[in-house]
């Protein structure tokens, strides 16, 4: 869909009978391509909206998106400005793109409010379409919205939950950050205004941005209950955007598995907080992970 000037994918529940469907020449999903929307007994379903990494694009990570539509979720994906190692459409031709001008991500005490503001836009600007739009209207939960984002989108979502209080976004319901750019509201002491369910991913790999999420003074224990950690073994950053050599999401999921608990435990979270299903792997520890924790 165009949204906001953006490129945006969106994945839904339906009946049709899927087929291999090309996201790029290299990657391949099942999906029903461009059929109608069908929920289960004609109930609203609920929404996930999903804010890719910097220089990333909706499409970076399909294992996750395509599975939360198979869960029953509206899932939305903008391309951000910043989308340029992929994108959900290539480009047709002309200059590329000029990136947005941020400030660097080792001096977070830079960042404030107006830092990419732009992808908050862009986030409600989804929102607001696919609640108004004909065809997704009158199947979206307005009361059951959900973001997820990964590394700059986890800074975004947050953000948008409250880390940035005039980004606050009332509508939104339960939040997942994996491997997120929370550093700009740590040194603000901000994230305590985030009163939303949350959970963090992170990896034991990805230096750059898990020790900040653990310990006594990591946003994990700076958030408000409800909150979630998990830790994943061997993960690194783009754990979240890779499939490795892997070539479709079915096989992705079978075969790596950090994509299968990424999966797994996000649509938890959202089945728990969004659906209000009980979902007992939040309950326990697993030993697939490097550590788990939760407050509630």
């Known amino acids: 869909m165009q949204i906001g000037g953006r490129v945006v994918a969106v994945w839904y529940p339906t009946n049709a009978k899927p087929a291999v469907v090309q996201y790029t020449p290299r990657f391949s999903g099942l999906l029903a391509k461009d059929a109608p929307v069908t929920t289960a007994c004609g109930a609203r379903a609920p ?33 951000h400005a910043d989308a340029a190692i992929c994108h959900t459409i290539p480009p047709q031709g002309g200059k590329p793109a000029k990136l947005p001008q941020q400030p660097s991500i080792f001096d977070p005490s830079a960042w404030d409010e107006s830092s990419r503001k732009d992808r908050r836009e862009d986030v409600e600007a989804v929102i607001d379409e696919l609640l108004n739009n004909a065809e997704f209207g009158p199947v979206i939960d ?30 939104i319901r339960a939040l997942l950050a994996l491997s997120p750019y929370v550093m700009p ?45 998990v830790e994943l073994r061997g993960a690194a950053h783009l754990a979240w955007a890779n499939c490795g050599d892997e070539r479709t999401t079915e096989t992705c999921l079978e075969r790596i598995d950090n994509a299968r608990l990424i999966a797994e435990y996000g649509i938890a979270f959202f089945d728990r907080y969004l659906k209000g299903e009980l979902e007992p792997v939040l309950d326990k520890n697993n030993r697939a992970l490097a550590s788990y924790e939760f407050r509630r």
């Open 142 to 171: 307005a009361e059951k919205i959900g973001l997820a984002g990964h590394s700059l989108g986890g800074y975004t979502v947050v953000g948008m939950a409250g880390g940035w209080p005039s980004w606050k976004d009332a509508r």
């Open 47 to 79: 929404m996930v909206v999903f804010s890719h990494g910097d220089l990333g694009c909706g499409i970076q990570s399909m294992s996750l998106t395509e599975e939360l539509a198979r869960h029953g979720y509206v899932v939305a994906a903008p391309d």
């Open 185 to 229: 509201f740590q040194v603000k002491n901000n994230l305590g205004n985030v009163h939303v369910p949350l959970m963090y991913q992170g990896g034991t790999l990805d230096v750059g941005i898990t020790p900040f999420l653990k310990g006594p003074k990591g946003a994990y224990a700076a958030a408000n209950a409800p909150v979630y950690f």
